[in-house]
Nanobody, 116 residues
Framework: QVQLVESGGGLVQAGESLTLTCAISGRIASLVLRDWYRQEPGKQRDLVARLIHSGKATYADSVQGRFTISRDNAKSTVNLQMDSLQPEDTAVYYC??????????WGQGTQVTVSS
């Protein structure tokens, strides 16, 4: 099993930055995807940033150039650095991982609120 715990969310003003952290425990070596999703009330949960096993990162167009996903193997974490935050970035952010058997794992979510 894999457990994911997000932290780092909060309330910021437009233009400011936040860094989210996903702490991963369990069978970490089995993971092939490490992602950040976000979801606004009444809307679909959307992929924001993806880190594949090789280390390549991809981003949604809406956050390209502003968000950076990375992993810290020593700390067993996946981070999402969010710069130049905008009110439309307000959402619950979820850490997601998929193992080599195709099993998905989700964190509990952390709220990010950006005021104008």
């Amino acid at each position: 099993q894999v457990q994911l715990v997000e932290s780092g969310g909060g309330l910021v003003q437009a233009g400011e930055s936040l860094t989210l952290t996903c702490a991963i425990s369990g069978r970490i070596a089995s993971l092939v995807l490490r992602d950040w999703y976000r979801q606004e009330p009444g809307k679909q949960r959307d992929l924001v940033a993806r880190l594949i096993h090789s280390g390549k990162a991809t981003y949604a167009d809406s956050v390209q150039g502003r968000f950076t996903i990375s992993r810290d193997n020593a700390k067993s974490t996946v981070n999402l650095q969010m710069d130049s935050l905008q009110p439309e970035d307000t959402a619950v952010y979820y850490c997601h991982a998929r193992d080599n058997m195709g099993v998905d794992y989700w964190g509990q979510g952390t709220q990010v609120t950006v005021s104008s």
